[in-house]
C-alpha cells in the first residue's frame, strides 16, 4: 500500500502552500470582520491553475483528481478557513456539471469559472428543508420551451456574487417515488425575477459569502435542464459522494492549522518559570491533537484516492467526513484551550479555526446524515 503523494502532489501541495501564505495574511482579518467576498483573490488563484483543479483540461480546468483538490483544500484551510473556502468554493457545483452536462453546457458555463472570470453555486438548501432533499418544494414548470420557477433557497454559498447556480426544483410533484420528484436545471443570475440577499452575523468562514435566493416566475430555457427529468435527487447524491470528500480535507485543514498555532504558542509562552512545551498536560495534548489529525487525514486521502481510481464509496466519504469535523472541532476546542485568555482574543488568529470547525459538522450533510450513511451501510 502507498501513502505517500508523487512528485507532482508533492509539487501542487508545496505551490499551495507557498500562495497560501503570501496571499492570505494580509486580507484574512479583515474579509473575516467585514465580511467582504475578495474576488481579486479568485483571479488570482485562477491565473495559477487553482480554481477547478479537478475540472478536466478540455473545460480549461487542471485535469487533476480529487486527492489533489483536497491538497488544495487542506493547504488553504489550514492558513485561513474563510478564505479557503472562497477559493474552494468557487466551484461548488461544478462536478454536477462535469458528471450530467453536455458539451456544450460544460464547455459555455465551466470556462469562465476556471480563469476566475466568475464564481458559481449549488442551490438546493430551501427554509423548511434541510437534510431532507427529497421534500425541496421550489417549483419549477414547465411549458413548449422553458421552465418556470417559483420558490426560494438559504444558507447558499456565493448567493450573492455567483454568475449562475445549480438549483434543484420539484418538476413532477405527483410522481408516488418521492425520489423521482425534482430535476437540476442551471439558472444563471440575469435572470428575471432572480433576487439574491446576503446573510451576514455567521460564526464562521465570514469571507465566504452566503445568501438567500429567490425565484420570482423566473423563466429559463429547457436545455437549462442537467441530466435528465426528475433524477435531481439521485444526481445530487452522486455529487455529494464526491464533493464531501474535500469537505473532509477542509476539516483536517482547519485541525491542521489551529495545531500549528498551538505548537508555536507553546514553544514561546511561559508559565510557573518554563515553558508550556515542558508541561506534560501539553504534550499529551498536542500528541492527541496531532494523532486525531493523521487518522482524519488518512481517511480523506483515501476516500478521495478510491474516488479518483473507480467511484466513490458513500461510506467511506461519510467516515471521512464526520470524522474529519469532529477532529476539526475537537482539535480547534484544545487549540483555544491551550492558548487559553489569547484564545479568546480575535488578534491571535486561533479563534477563527475554532469558529470555522462548526459548519464541518453541518454543511454538505449533517454529522447525523453521515451517520446513517455508514449505519445503513454496515447494517
Known amino acids: 500500500m502507498e501513502f505517500s503523494f508523487t512528485k507532482e502532489q508533492e509539487d501542487i501541495k508545496r505551490a499551495a502552500a507557498e500562495f497560501a501564505s503570501?496571499?492570505?495574511?494580509?486580507?484574512?482579518?479583515?474579509?473575516?470582520?467585514?465580511?467582504?467576498?475578495?474576488?481579486?483573490?479568485?483571479?488570482?488563484?485562477?491565473?495559477?491553475?487553482?480554481?477547478?483543479?479537478?475540472?478536466?483540461?478540455?473545460?480549461g480546468g487542471g485535469g487533476y483528481g480529487y486527492v489533489e483538490k483536497c491538497i488544495l483544500c487542506e493547504e488553504f484551510w489550514k492558513i485561513d478557513p474563510g478564505l479557503g473556502s472562497v477559493l474552494i468554493s468557487a466551484t461548488f457545483g461544478s462536478d454536477m456539471l462535469v458528471l450530467?452536462?453536455?458539451?456544450?453546457?460544460?464547455?459555455?458555463?465551466?470556462?469562465?469559472?476556471?480563469?476566475?472570470?466568475?464564481?458559481?453555486?449549488?442551490a438546493?438548501?430551501?427554509?423548511?428543508?434541510?437534510?431532507?432533499?427529497?421534500?425541496?418544494?421550489?417549483?419549477?414548470?414547465r411549458d413548449t420551451k422553458?421552465?418556470?420557477?417559483?420558490?426560494?433557497?438559504?444558507?447558499?454559498?456565493?448567493?450573492?456574487?455567483?454568475?449562475?447556480?445549480?438549483?434543484?426544483?420539484?418538476?413532477d410533484p405527483e410522481n408516488p417515488h418521492r425520489h423521482r420528484r425534482h430535476s437540476v436545471i442551471l439558472v444563471?443570475?440575469?435572470?428575471?425575477?432572480?433576487?439574491?440577499?446576503?446573510?451576514?452575523?455567521?460564526?464562521?468562514?465570514r469571507a465566504s459569502d452566503t445568501g438567500e435566493i429567490t425565484f420570482s416566475n423566473v423563466k429559463v430555457p429547457l436545455e437549462n435542464l442537467i441530466g435528465k427529468e426528475n433524477m435531481g435527487f439521485y444526481q445530487f447524491m452522486e455529487f455529494f459522494n464526491r464533493t464531501r470528500i474535500h469537505v473532509g480535507a477542509e476539516g483536517v485543514g482547519i485541525a491542521q492549522g489551529a495545531l500549528d498555532h498551538s505548537i508555536s504558542h507553546v514553544r514561546k509562552r511561559e508559565q510557573f518559570g518554563k515553558r508550556l512545551k515542558e508541561f506534560q498536560t501539553?504534550?499529551?495534548?498536542?500528541?492527541?491533537?496531532?494523532?486525531?489529525?493523521?487518522?482524519?487525514?488518512?481517511?480523506?486521502?483515501?476516500?478521495?484516492?478510491?474516488?479518483?481510481?473507480?467511484?466513490?464509496?458513500?461510506?467511506?466519504?461519510a467516515m471521512a467526513k464526520w470524522f474529519s469535523g469532529y477532529v476539526a472541532v475537537k482539535v480547534s476546542d484544545e487549540a483555544v484551550q491551550i492558548h487559553a485568555g489569547y484564545g479568546y482574543i480575535s488578534e491571535y488568529g486561533v479563534d477563527r479555526f475554532f469558529r470555522a470547525s462548526k459548519i464541518i459538522e453541518i454543511y454538505e450533510g449533517?454529522?447525523?446524515?453521515?451517520?446513517?450513511?455508514?449505519?445503513?451501510?454496515?447494517?
Open 366 to 379: 449533517t454529522k447525523e446524515i453521515e451517520k446513517m450513511i455508514i449505519s445503513r451501510s454496515i447494517l
Open 282 to 317: 501539553i504534550q499529551f495534548k498536542i500528541a492527541e491533537m496531532a494523532t486525531l489529525i493523521e487518522a482524519a487525514r488518512t481517511l480523506v486521502y483515501r476516500a478521495a484516492h478510491i474516488a479518483d481510481s473507480s467511484s466513490p464509496d458513500p461510506k467511506l466519504t
Open 22 to 59: 503570501k496571499e492570505f495574511p494580509s486580507l484574512a482579518h479583515q474579509c473575516e470582520e467585514e465580511e467582504i467576498y475578495p474576488m481579486e483573490l479568485v483571479k488570482k488563484a485562477a491565473d495559477l491553475g487553482f480554481i477547478g483543479i479537478n475540472i478536466p483540461l478540455e473545460y
Open 146 to 171: 422553458h421552465y418556470i420557477i417559483n420558490g426560494s433557497k438559504i444558507f447558499i454559498t456565493n448567493a450573492t456574487v455567483g454568475g449562475f447556480f445549480m438549483v434543484l426544483c420539484l418538476t
Open 188 to 205: 444563471e443570475r440575469d435572470r428575471e425575477g432572480f433576487e439574491s440577499t446576503k446573510i451576514r452575523g455567521k460564526m464562521g468562514i
Open 100 to 122: 450530467y452536462g453536455t458539451e456544450e453546457q460544460k464547455k459555455r458555463y465551466l470556462m469562465p469559472v476556471t480563469k476566475g472570470e466568475t464564481v458559481m453555486g449549488s
Open 124 to 141: 438546493i438548501t430551501e427554509p423548511d428543508s434541510g437534510s431532507d432533499v427529497a421534500s425541496i418544494s421550489t417549483r419549477a414548470i
